[in-house]
C-alpha cells in the first residue's frame, strides 16, 4: 500500500503498515469485470471513468438509445465523489469530495436520484468559526439568526449581510443558464455540411441571445458589479462589503478552497461565488451531507444508469485511446490488460493532462493544443484528512457540552479563518513549498446527522486541509514522518479551538495533493481537474477553441470538471458533454 492513506491507529499504539487490506463501498450495482465483457461487440460510445460526470454522461446516452460502457479504473465507482469503509474499522469516510450543493437540479430531476436512493441531510446553522477570544460566529439559512450572530461583531454587517445575499442570489441566476449550457464555440468546422454549418450558427445565435436577455434584466448597475466580483480579488470584494474580520474571513474561505491562490489573489471573486451558487431543496447557497457519505450521489447516478442499459466496468485501467492513423478519427480504447473496446465515440472524465498526454497517442494532437494542456495550471495546495474520532469535539468558546451534538456541529467548522491575514499568511508559506504553520481547516462532523457512517457515540470528521504544495521545498510527502507532522500539527491546531480533540482520534485517512494524483488520477492533486481561474472557464477550459467538450480527435469528447463549467460535484459537464455528442451523433 502506498503511503497514499496514511493510517494510524492512535487507541492501540501502532501503526497499520503496508500491506493491508482496506475496502470500498461494494459497487450500488451489478458491475462486469473486463474479462466479462462481450467480445467484439462495437458501442456506440464508451466512457472513460467512473466518477459522476463519467456515470452522468453515460446515463444520458444511454437513455437516448445507445450502447454505453463505463470504464473504471478502480474498484469502486465514484472517482472523488466515494464513500470507503473500513479504513478505520468501522467508519465509513466520504475520502474526497464532502457536501453537496452544486449537484445540477435538472440532474437530479431527470435521472431521478431520489428514487435511486440519493437523500440529502440539509445543514442549519451551516457555518461556525470559533475564536480564540471567546467569541463564535454561526451562519445559515436563518435569516435572524445571521442578523443576531453577525450584530455580535458589527451592526453596520448584519445590515449589510441581507443585500449580500441578495446581489449574490441574482449573480447565480445569471450563471445558472451559463453553467447548464454548452459554450458557444467559435471554432469553424471546416468539415461540416452547409446544413451543419447553419444549424451551427442558429445554435450560437441562440445561446447569445438567451445570454443577453438575462444580462439585460439584471440592469447596468448590477452588472458592472458582476464583472467586478468575476476580476477582482475576494479581499476587495468582502472589504467593500463588510467591516468585520470574523466574518470576512468566514466567507474569504469559499474564495481560495481547493485553489493554490490568496484571498488577495486577482479572479478569487469568482471561486467565491462558484461555490454559493448551488443549492439544497430550492434554497440558493445551501449545502447537505449526503446519507451514506458521497458515493451515494455516485450509486444513484450509476443505478440510474444501469437501469437505461449502460455497462459498467470496474477494475478496468484504460491505456490508451485508439486513433485511426490516417482519418484521425477515434476507434475505441486499449484497456491496461490488452482489451480493446470499439468505438467511434469515446467520452474522457479523467483530466485534461491525462486524456490528452498519457492517453491519446503521440503526434495525434496540434501542437499548440497539446502545449496548452500541458502548461495548464494543475496546482493543487489541499490536503484532505478523514478523522474517526470516539467523541465530538467540545469548543471553548461555547458554554454548553453538547456531547450528542449542538448548532456548533452541523456545518462547516472553520479552523484558523479569524481573519484574511491568516488565510494569506498561510497562503504565502504555501507559494514557498511549504505547507502552512497554521492551516486553513474546514472541518465538518457529517456523523451529527448521518447515523450510518460511524459507531453510536463515535463519529467522522472531515478535514479540508490548505495550504500543502504538491512539492515541498523541504522533505516530501513520501516521507511517514513528514505526513504524521503535518497531521499532528493539524491536529493540535484544532486542540487550541477544542481541547483534547487530539486525544480523541481513534484513526485517519490523509490524501496529500500526490496522494490524490495516485489514488484518484487528479493531475498535480488538483480537485477541479485544474484551475478555476478566469483564463481557464467557459470558453477558454480546457483550451481556447476547444470548450464544447469536442476535441482536435474527432469522436473524442471531455465529460469531466476538465471542462466546462469546472470543478465541484456538479454533473454539469457530464449532462451537457452527453447532449453534444447526441447532437453529433443525429449529424451523422
Not at 396 to 420: A, D, L, Q
Not at 514 to 531: K, V
Request: contains cysteine; hydrophobic residues 40%; proline residues 6%.
Amino acid at each position: 500500500m502506498s503511503p497514499a492513506a496514511t493510517r494510524i491507529l492512535l487507541a492501540g499504539a501502532r501503526l497499520r503498515g503496508r500491506g493491508l487490506s482496506t475496502s470500498a463501498e461494494p459497487s450500488p450495482s451489478p458491475s462486469l469485470s473486463p474479462s466479462q465483457l462481450p467480445r467484439g461487440k462495437r458501442w456506440d460510445a464508451v466512457v472513460i471513468g467512473g466518477g459522476h460526470n463519467g456515470l452522468a454522461a453515460a446515463a444520458y446516452l444511454a437513455r437516448a438509445g445507445r450502447s454505453v460502457s463505463v470504464l473504471e479504473r478502480r474498484g469502486v465507482l465514484g472517482g472523488a465523489a466515494v464513500s470507503e469503509s473500513d479504513l478505520v474499522p468501522g467508519f465509513r469516510f466520504s475520502r474526497c469530495s464532502y457536501l453537496l450543493s452544486l449537484l445540477r437540479p435538472a440532474l437530479i430531476r431527470e435521472l431521478e436520484l431520489e428514487r435511486h436512493g440519493l437523500k440529502l441531510l440539509p445543514r442549519s446553522p451551516s457555518s461556525f468559526t470559533p475564536c480564540l477570544d471567546g467569541r463564535y460566529l454561526l451562519l445559515g439559512p436563518d435569516a435572524e439568526l445571521n442578523r443576531s450572530e453577525i450584530g455580535k461583531f458589527s451592526k453596520k454587517d448584519a445590515e449589510a449581510y441581507p443585500r449580500y445575499e441578495e446581489q449574490l442570489e441574482k449573480f447565480c441566476k445569471l450563471m445558472d443558464f451559463v453553467i447548464d449550457s454548452p459554450p458557444p464555440e467559435l471554432r469553424q468546422l471546416y468539415h461540416a455540411s452547409m446544413v451543419d454549418r447553419m444549424k451551427d450558427k442558429v445554435d450560437k445565435s441562440v445561446f447569445w441571445s438567451k445570454l443577453l436577455g438575462i444580462v439585460m434584466q439584471q440592469g447596468q448597475k448590477d452588472m458592472v458589479n458582476f464583472f467586478d466580483l468575476l476580476l477582482s480579488p475576494a479581499s476587495k470584494v468582502l472589504n467593500n462589503w463588510f467591516e468585520g474580520d470574523v466574518l470576512k474571513a468566514t466567507l474569504a474561505t469559499d474564495a481560495v478552497i481547493g485553489t493554490m491562490a490568496g484571498v488577495n489573489t486577482p479572479g478569487s471573486g469568482y471561486v467565491l461565488l462558484h461555490h454559493i451558487m448551488g443549492e439544497t431543496g430550492g434554497q440558493r447557497g445551501v449545502w447537505a451531507y449526503v446519507e451514506g457519505g458521497m458515493g451515494s450521489v455516485s450509486s444513484a447516478i450509476s443505478k440510474a444508469a444501469l437501469e437505461a442499459g449502460v455497462q459498467i466496468v470496474t477494475n478496468a485501467e484504460v491505456s490508451q485511446v485508439m486513433v485511426d492513423e490516417t482519418t484521425g478519427k477515434v476507434q475505441g480504447v486499449a484497456l491496461a490488460d490488452g482489451t480493446e473496446l470499439h468505438s467511434s465515440v469515446v467520452l474522457s472524465n479523467a483530466t485534461p493532462y491525462k486524456t490528452f498526454v498519457d492517453l491519446v497517442p503521440a503526434n495525434t494532437l496540434p501542437e499548440e493544443f497539446l502545449c496548452a494542456i500541458k502548461t495548464a495550471d494543475y496546482s493543487s495546495a489541499t490536503t484532505k484528512i478523514n478523522v474517526a474520532v470516539d467523541a465530538l469535539p467540545q469548543f471553548r468558546c461555547c458554554k454548553n457540552i453538547n456531547r450528542k451534538g449542538g448548532p456548533e456541529h452541523m456545518g462547516t467548522i472553520h479552523i484558523g479563518s479569524e481573519s484574511m491575514e491568516e488565510i494569506d499568511i498561510a497562503y504565502k508559506e504555501a507559494a514557498g513549498g511549504f505547507s502552512s504553520t497554521r492551516p486553513v481547516i474546514e472541518m465538518t462532523i457529517p456523523s451529527v446527522l448521518d447515523k450510518t457512517i460511524s459507531p453510536p457515540g463515535q463519529h467522522v470528521i472531515n478535514l479540508f486541509v490548505q495550504y500543502t504544495p504538491y512539492k515541498l521545498s523541504e522533505g516530501s510527502w513520501q516521507d511517514p514522518a513528514v505526513r504524521k507532522s503535518f497531521a499532528e500539527r493539524c491536529f493540535s491546531l484544532i486542540d487550541e479551538y477544542a481541547p483534547h480533540f487530539s486525544s480523541s482520534v481513534i484513526g485517519y485517512d490523509m490524501l496529500t495533493p500526490p496522494d490524490l494524483e495516485r489514488e484518484f488520477g487528479l493531475t498535480g492533486g488538483n480537485i477541479f481537474h485544474g484551475a478555476m481561474g478566469l483564463d481557464s472557464l467557459f470558453l477558454m477550459r480546457p483550451a481556447k477553441g476547444w470548450s464544447d467538450y469536442r476535441t482536435p480527435v474527432k469522436g473524442l469528447y471531455l465529460c469531466g470538471s476538465g471542462a466546462h463549467p469546472g470543478g465541484g460535484v456538479m454533473g454539469a459537464p457530464g449532462r451537457n458533454a452527453a447532449a453534444v455528442v447526441l447532437d453529433d451523433l443525429k449529424a451523422r
